[in-house]
Structure formats: C-alpha cells, structure tokens
C-alpha cells in the first residue's frame, strides 16, 4: 500500500513536470514575454517601457538554459516559482496572485460543493429510477428527456433562468454574493439549480448506462434463481458493483471544487476563482491564466491517485501493490 | 403419485427479424421426484431458455408466450411475482454454465450464501453462516470455516462452481437446475462436480434437471434423457435406452458423433450441416435438412409423438412408417395363417 | 488564394467524399446494413441533420459578380454565398419585431416591411439570415476540429497500441499530461496564445479533444493486436505496414465514425462558451447568443434573436445526439463510452 502510494505520486510528479514544461511553451515561446508586455501596455509603447515592465513582472531573463546560464533563465524560474507556490504578480493588475486564490477559494467552494452534493443526490436515485424501469416507457422516456437536456447550451440555461426568475418571478436575486451565509443563500440558490440542470442530463445517462450494464451480468441472473427482489437486487448487487465505474467519474470531480464553475461564477457576480479566471482572459492576464492552468492540472492529479485508491475501498478485487 | 415437475405445451418467444420467434416451441416434459433428467441437444437448441423458463426468468424482449409448469401440482406461471420469488431457491434452485461471473464479485461468497437462505428462512446472521459453513462442508470445500470469507476471485473455479452449488443447496429446494454446470471447468473437476452432483441427489432426494451438450455425462449421471432439437424435444427415454436403441436419427446422429462410443482410429461421423436459426426454422419436422432417411410427409407437418417402447417416446415420421409397415406386414400374416 | 475558392473546393471533396462514401458503404453489407438500420431508427434525426448540411453546403459556395441586393456597390466585388444571395441585403437601421413593418423603438417604417420573418438585430441585420449562416459556423468548428483531432488520435493511438514498448510510454505520457489539464482553461489558455480565429479555436479544441479518442483508439488496438488474423498475417510475413493499413485500421472505422458524430455535438456547444468569453468564433450561434443576453432585459424586452439562435443550436445538438446514439447502439455496444 505505502509502495503503491509512493509510486503513484512519483508518476503524479512526473505528469506535473510534463504539465509545467507545456505551460513554459504556451506562455513563453509561443506567447513571448514581449507579447505579454505590449498586450497589457498597448502597442504603441516605446521599448525602453516595455523592458521595464518586463523587469518588473520578472519577465527579464533569457528563456532557455544556455552555458553560464544555467540557473538564471526563464525555465528554470517558471519550475521554480510553480512548485514553491510563488505565483508573483497579476500582469493586468499587479495584485499578488496567491492572494487571489486564496480569497476566491471560499466563494468558489460554497458553491460548487451544494453543487456537487446536490448534483449526486438527484442524479443518482433518478439513474436507478430509470434503469430499473428498464425497457418500459418510463426508461425510454427517461433517455428522451436526457438527451433533450444535454443537447441544451448552460448559456441558454443561465440566459433563461436569470431571466424567469429576475423578472417573471422575482425568487431570487439574480446576481451578487454576501459573506453572511444566511444572505449567501438566497445569492446561490439560483446558480445551483442551474448547474444541477444543466449537468443533470448527462448525468443520468452515464449511470443509466453503467448500472444497466450491471444489470445484465451473470451474477444478477444468480440473484433473481434465489429468489431476491428487483428493490434488493438494484440496491445490495448492482448499485455496489456500479460504484466501481461511478468512482472515476465522481472522485475525479472533488478537486475541482476548489476552481469553481467559470461561467456560472461570472454570471452571478460570485467573486470565486472562475471568476477571478474569467477576469484573467478578459484582461489578457497572462499570468494569472497560467497559475489556474497549473492548479487545476494539480488537483486532477490528486483526483487520480485519490481515485485509485478509492477504487480499493470498493473492489475487493483490487490490491494497490 | 404426480411426477414433481410438469411441464405442458411451453413456449417462448422472442422477437427476432420482426416477428415473434418460438425459441422455445411447445415443449411437454415430467421430471420425477427423486429423478436426474437430462435435457441434451446442441447450442441454440433453446435448452437454457427453457431452464429460465421454468423459473420465470426468461431476459426481456424475450417471453413465456403459453403452456404450463407445475411444481408439485402448483402452476408457476400465472404464479403472483412475489409468490414466484418464494420458489426461487427454495421450490427450484438453479446453476449456472459460468461460476467465474455467475457470483457477485464484491460480496464475499459466504454473505452470498447467507443471503440466499435468509431471504427464505427467517433465521439470524450467525445462524444463517454456520449453515452456510455447514453446507460448504457438504459440498466439498477445504477450509470452510475460512472459504466462507473469501472474495470468488480468491477461489478456482471449482470451488466458485461448489460455493454455487452450496448457495442452491441453501434453501433446501425440490428441483435443481444445473445449466452445463460443468462446461467452463477442467476435465478433472468436471468429474468431481458430476459425483458431487450426484451425492447431494441421493442424499436429499431431491430432483435435477441437468442441462447439457455433453452425452458423456448424460450417461454418468442421468437416469432419464430428452432430446431436444430446435426448440423441441424429438425423443424422451431412460438413459439406458437411449444408449442402446436411439431411435430418432438426430438421437443416432448424436450418439455416433461421440468419441467413446465411435471406432477407434475412424474419423468421428458427423450430422451434416447446422441448426437452422429460429428466424427460419420449417413448418414440418425441423431436423428434415440434414436428416438421411427424410420423405416428403417431413417436410409438411411437425411429426407427433408415438410410443416405442416402455418410457420411450419419439417424435418422427420414419419410424411411425416402419412401424406401419410392420403392423400391415403382421396382418397380412393373420390372414395368411388363417 | 482567395478564401470563398477554397470554401468552394472544400465543398466539392465533400461532394465527392459522400459519392464515395455511399460506394463504399453500399458495397460492404455490414456497412449498408447498419445505415438502414440507422436509418429505420432516427429518420427525423438525420433529415434534420441533413437540412443543416444543406444550409452550410449553400453557405460554401460563393462567387463574385451578380447583382447586389443591398443596393451598395461594395457587396457587388466580394465573393457571396447561395445563401448571402437568397436572403443577404435586407439591411434595416435597427431592431425589428419578426414580420414587423415598423422599427421595434421608434416605430419608424422599414425598408422590407414583413420581409423579416425573424425580425432584425440591433444594427438591422435581418435574423433568419444571420441564423442561416451559424449553420456553416458550426459545421466548420464540428469538421476542421474532427479533421485535426481524429487522424493524430489514430496515430497516436495505433502506434501506442501496436508498436507498445517505448512508443507507448511517450504516448501514454503526453495523453495523461493533456488529460491532467482541465479542459476548458487549456482550451482558453491555447486560444489566447494563438491569438483569436477561426482556426486557433479549432485546432484548441482538437488539442483538448483528441486525447479521449486516442485511449480509445490504443486500446482497440492492443485488442486487435492479438486477433488471430493478425497473428497470421504477421507469421505470413505481411509487412508491419500493411498489417495497420488492412487489419487494423479498418476494424477502427466504426469507432471513428461513432467519436466523431459523438464528438461533434459537444464541439459545437464549446465553442458557444468560448463565444461567451469573448474567444469564439464570428458568427456563430454561441456568438449570436452572447449578444443578445442585454437583449432580454431591455424593455419591452427583444426576444428573437436569442429565440432563433438557441433554437437553431439546439436543434442541431439534439438531431446529432440522436443520432449519435443510434450510431453507437447500431454499430458498437460497447467500446465507447461517455467521455467527460
């Protein structure tokens, strides 16, 4: 087990450093440093502000590795500065970034965990609902409807919710956030429900599909010749052999909390990181972009290895060795 | 005394190329109490389907369409589903051709077990596992007191095949149903399973219809056998009887196709050509394509079934002709005499 | 070269990409068989999908000269579509109700009084044209992408799962690390690099889209791999290469054609995000959308223009998700999953 978990951090690791040098070739070759200094200053700046501006949002130093060179450059001080965590300076703004995150982190989590929690308690009974009604007109239905949902833009989701209920039915207020949590709610409550409609259709499908095939194994057959129920048989033989597949999709997820939701954050005013990302594209921030990049390719990392591991909790089969 | 298990005019259908195939076609069958019956034919011959028949769990888009199957004079198929439940296991146990996947494989074996004889007795979870440790023992499996622990992916496949037999065993059924209970196992086991098999039987007295391909074990552990050929049955007899006179030619074809009973260094006989697929199976007698001593009458209707001997039934036009012919011939020989 | 000659071009591979394809489809029974099937099981689907590929196919082919509608001379020496030619030129100055005769503010007359059957957006773009033309849109992110994204994931992916050893370690590596990156801030971040157009949104999206197809592709290959028929062919001395052009690819066909149908629709409801944020592509219905969110809170509030685009995108998502199922149901049960 502790080898297992060894090993697999050291592939994480590795994946990590993979993801680092993408990001060097993204925003330091392809976008050079003096892109970013014009984006932000203008075009028509003259080249000694733009070398300053360079010097000061450390941008200065040759790129790559070159002899006498090889600790000062801009490689090896994007590695640097990522893995300790020193995210510098906003380009559009000159705010500390770290400090951005950490501020958004609560708003993003309050609401992507209602989200995420609420999502699973709806999807998941209405999946067995529908796969147990398998090859009925509730089940076909039940399909018909999903596709009809996923086929539907989150833009039109959003666009139509603010709109009924901002001003048809007047619920909710349709934007803005609150760090009292009992005015926070009232704020939430409409961007959750979008987000559990809008995922809601594609949800269902995929743990139709998985519970259903579940459903058509040997071991189930085995079930119903001793005669157990339908009810006993989704929930004690399929339901638990489904967990193996509903892992990777659900695990994988939690880390994800903690960037928050890009276009329901912007849309509702929920100063959380999606927001703070969606400011960055719009400002043409570089760096800030590039520090979201890494964090969420870092916690899907961490969402891997915790889903291997899960996968042991539920599958005796399964031995991290 | 009524035979345990009565079996009339069974059918079932599915749908297949837009219409509604009888897999299964009007099959009439007893099993005795205390009886091993063997149901034998080729695959595709519909004899698993008629095994989920019986217990009513026949896969959708698939149906029993009409007949009727009584367990000790209790109809089965117009049986409410809870009622029907109750018989699952306890009136008739079943299993299956694939011990691999045929247990749930993130339950450990004993608690499988236990399910089964807590779903019909009302007994405690400690009670129910000592049974089940009891009955691991009866089965044959080393260790039982720790076996019941196990995940079947810790066991052979042996083993899952005992632990399937054990969680039958569990609610004291009067029928079992075994589907190839032996296909997916090693010829050593095989044997091992079919003795095992036969144990149980005497010891419990209880009755099994044993589902197979294989005539080697039809003629170890059988006392009765029917033939069955494209969804019907062509000839019913007791084991010894069929292996000294098989009557119908799909029966002979069979028996003369089997490595023991064929001359040594011949090439093994075979029946020419294949099983028609349900889709276009023929009005008349079904083995009519590939059978050597077919006349024109086969071709028109379903041949019925006439008596040949004691507890020797065949369904097939040639031998009522030859018998025909043998009842004139004894006629004639009357009048000549008289 | 001009752009309207190689939209032109373009059409025509297609046109004689489907003659082919029908060839060939009508010549392996699988094939054909599966279509009718396809066919027998979503005949709506696919007529509206083909309503839209017509629409885009009129939109393709453009030429230079003609009279010009509008009445401006600037339009008479651009290259116009089919469609710029039916519908095109109807300008108006301002908002119009669908079927209006007078400006939606102001109630001043227009100069195609009930000639709008969609009404006209804010600067008097007539709204069926517009709605029109985000059919070509679509299909060109849902096709280039594909055309990028499918043939690197089957190169990927065959060779990682053919040749295996060292090939596959890389392959394997570079499809976790794009794998690691979330998704829609890799597709922006790619987007904002490479500067804003048409084909950087494509080629993103098929950077961010081809690692799922390519799994999939890797492990039918390590299946197909140990086939007997392979192994035959290899003990034949067949030559590496002709055992992936003749066994292995074409038993990848269905999987290609399943990933892109399934793939297209969740392309095209990306790029309507991308749109959102400002790095989509012109004139699509996302784009469209995007415009007309102030719309629904002016007073009295315009409606159409987010009614017909929604409607427009939606409809085409769903015909292609139905069909996509079918496709998935008629052709392969199993091997393809939801990729999310």
Not at chain 1, 98 to 115: D, H, N, V, Y
Not at chain 2, 133 to 140: A, H
Request: glycine content about 10%.
């Amino acid at each position: 087990m502790g080898a297992y978990v060894i090993r697999r951090l050291g592939y994480g690791a590795i994946v990590v450093f993979g993801v680092l040098f993408l990001l060097f070739i993204l925003f330091f070759t392809v976008t050079s440093p003096d892109d970013i200094a014009r984006k932000a200053l203008g075009e028509r700046v003259p080249p000694a502000v733009v070398e300053q501006w360079k010097i000061n949002h450390g941008y200065d130093k040759p790129l790559f590795p070159a002899p006498g060179q090889w600790a000062d450059n801009m490689l090896v001080e994007h590695y640097r500065r990522m893995l300790t965590f020193d995210f510098g300076r906003s380009d559009a703004d000159d705010t500390p970034i770290l400090e951005r995150i950490r501020k958004g982190m609560g708003p993003s989590l309050a609401l992507t965990i209602p989200l995420f929690v609420l999502s699973l308690l709806v999807a998941i009974p209405l999946a067995l609902l529908v796969a147990f009604f398998r090859e009925t007109y509730i089940d076909r239905a039940g399909v018909i409807l999903a596709v009809l949902a996923m086929s539907v833009s989150v833009l039109l989701y959003i666009i139509g919710a603010q709109y009924l209920v901002g001003k048809v039915l007047h619920w909710f207020p349709i934007s803005g956030f609150d760090s009292n949590p009992q005015v926070v709610v009232r704020f939430l409550a409409l961007p959750i429900m979008i987000g559990v409609a809008n995922g809601l259709g594609g949800d269902i499908r995929f743990y139709r599909t998985v519970f259903l095939e579940e459903s058509n194994t040997d071991y189930v057959r085995t079930a119903r010749a001793k005669g157990c129920g339908e009810v006993r048989i989704m929930s004690r033989h399929v339901f638990r052999n489904s967990l193996i597949p509903l892992l990777t999709r659900i695990v994988v997820a939690i880390p994800f909390l903690f960037t928050g939701s890009l276009l329901l954050e912007s849309f509702f005013g929920i100063p959380g990181l999606g927001a703070i990302t969606v400011d960055a594209i719009q400002g043409n921030d570089f760096s800030v972009l590039r520090t979201m990049v890494y964090i969420g390719s870092l916690l899907f990392v961490v969402g891997q290895i915790l889903t291997d591991l899960s996968y042991a909790l539920v599958d005796p089969r399964v031995r991290l060795e | 005394m009524t035979a345990l298990l009565e079996v009339t005019e069974l059918t079932t259908r599915f749908p297949m190329a837009g219409k509604e195939v009888p897999i299964v076609d009007a099959l009439d069958f007893e099993v005795g109490r205390g009886e091993v019956l063997a149901l034998v034919g080729e695959s595709g011959s519909g004899k698993s389907m008629t095994a989920l028949s019986l217990m009513r769990l026949v896969p959708k888009p698939g149906r029993v369409a009409s007949g009727s199957v009584r367990l000790d004079g209790e109809e089965l198929l117009n049986l409410p589903v809870r009622a029907m439940r109750r018989v699952r296991g306890a009136g008739v146990a079943m299993i299956f051709q694939e011990p691999m996947t045929s247990l749930n494989p993130v339950m450990r074996v004993g608690e499988q077990v236990v399910e089964a004889i807590r779903l019909h007795e009302r007994v405690g979870r400690s009670a129910a596992l000592d049974r089940c440790r009891r009955l691991f023992e009866q089965v044959g499996i080393p260790d039982a007191a720790e076996r019941v622990h196990a995940y079947p992916h810790q066991l052979s496949g042996g083993l899952k095949q005992r632990v399937m037999i054990a969680m039958a065993l569990s609610a004291r059924p009067r029928l079992l149903i075994a589907d190839e209970p032996t296909t997916a196992l090693d010829v050593t086991v095989q044997a091992q399973i079919l003795r095992l098999l036969r144990d149980i039987q005497e010891e419990t007295d209880m009755s099994i219809l044993l589902i197979t391909h294989d005539l080697g074990i039809v003629n170890e552990i059988a006392d009765r056998v029917a033939v069955l050929y494209a969804g019907r049955i062509v000839e019913t007899a007791p084991r010894t009887a069929l292996f000294e006179n098989p009557m119908h030619p799909y029966t002979q074809g069979l028996l003369r196709s089997m490595p023991a009973l064929a001359l040594s260094g011949r090439r093994l006989p075979e029946i020419p050509g294949v099983v028609p697929s349900p889709s276009d199976w023929p009005t008349g007698c079904r083995f009519a394509s590939r059978c050597s001593k077919v006349m024109a009458v086969c071709e028109g209707v379903l041949p019925e079934f006439r008596v040949q001997g004691p507890g020797h039934d065949v369904a097939c036009y040639a031998l009522q002709e030859a018998a025909s012919r043998g009842e004139k011939k004894g006629v004639q020989q009357q009048e000549g005499a008289s | 070269m001009e752009s309207h000659l190689i939209s032109n071009g373009i059409v025509l591979v297609m046109l004689f990409g489907t003659a082919a394809t029908i060839w060939a489809v009508r010549r392996s029974r699988l094939w054909s068989s599966a279509f009718v099937s396809l066919w027998h099981r979503r005949r709506l689907a696919l007529l509206v999908t083909a309503v839209y590929v017509g629409v885009a196919l009129l939109d393709s082919v453009a030429w230079v000269g003609g009279d010009s509608l509008g009445g401006d001379t600037v339009s008479l020496h651009e290259a116009r579509s089919v469609i710029d030619r039916v519908f095109g030129g109807s300008q108006e100055k301002s908002y119009s109700a669908p079927l209006a005769t007078t400006e939606f503010y102001g109630g001043r007359g227009l100069r195609y009084p009930g000639g709008h059957w969609l009404g006209t957006d804010m600067i008097g773009r007539d709204v069926f044209y517009l709605t029109l033309k985000g059919a070509r849109v679509a299909l060109l992110i849902g096709g280039l992408t594909s055309l990028i994204a499918i043939p690197l994931a089957l190169l990927f992916g065959i060779s990682a799962g053919y040749f295996g050893g060292r090939i596959d370690d890389v392959v394997f590596f570079l499809m976790t690390t794009l794998a690691s990156m979330p998704g829609l801030l890799l597709l922006i971040a790619l987007i904002m690099v490479m500067g804003k157009s048409t084909l950087a949104v494509c080629v993103a999206l098929a950077v961010t889209g081809w690692v799922g197809f390519c799994r999939v592709s890797r492990g039918e290959t390590l299946k197909l791999r140990e086939l007997e028929f392979v192994s035959a062919a290899r003990a034949l001395g067949v030559s590496e290469f002709q055992i992936l052009t003749r066994h292995i690819l074409p038993n990848l066909m269905h999987l290609v054609i399943i990933t892109f149908v399934l793939m297209f629709s969740g392309l095209v409801l990306s790029e309507a995000i991308l749109s959102w944020l400002g790095i989509g592509v012109d004139g699509s219905w996302g784009q469209m959308i995007d415009q007309a969110r102030n719309e629904l809170s002016r007073d009295p509030i315009v409606w159409w223009n987010i009614a017909a685009s929604g409607a427009a995108l939606f409809g085409l998502i769903l015909a292609v998700n139905f069909v996509g199922d079918a496709l998935r149901d008629v052709l392969d049960p199993r091997t393809v999953k939801d990729e999310k």
